[in-house]
């Protein structure tokens, strides 16, 4: 499953999700450290339909884990060349601008 929620500034609409295994771990490799223990992650477990539906109407996004981060692929939000890991997990970043 995934947890996903948005977070809203003005007309901004800033989705993050995670795959649900992942909240509340910290990711760590030699120069990074990801804390998906936040209140920022910390969000409603959604099906990937509903989250296919969240990335549409995100205007930027923080994804980690394997299954966020491919549904943003397939869905064209990220391309996999610009996907990074942290800890060996699959992390994402995604900025609608105009």
């Known amino acids: 499953m995934i947890i996903a929620g948005f977070h809203t500034k003005g007309a901004e ?3 993050a ?6 909240l509340g771990k910290k990711l760590e490799d030699s120069d990074t450290v990801m804390d998906l ?6 969000g ?3 099906t990937e339909d509903e989250f296919r539906g969240m990335l549409a109407r995100a205007t930027s ?3 980690v ?4 981060v ?12 610009a996907v990074g890991h942290v ?3 699959p992390f994402a970043i995604f900025f609608c601008m105009g």
């Open 13 to 15: 609409f800033i989705l």
């Open 17 to 22: 999700a995670c795959d649900s295994e992942l």
């Open 37 to 42: 223990a936040t209140d920022f992650f910390d």
């Open 44 to 46: 409603d477990e959604v």
């Open 61 to 63: 996004a923080n994804l």
């Open 65 to 68: 884990g394997k299954t966020v």
């Open 70 to 81: 491919r549904i943003a692929v397939e869905e064209g939000c990220i391309h996999p060349d």
């Open 87 to 89: 800890g060996g997990t």
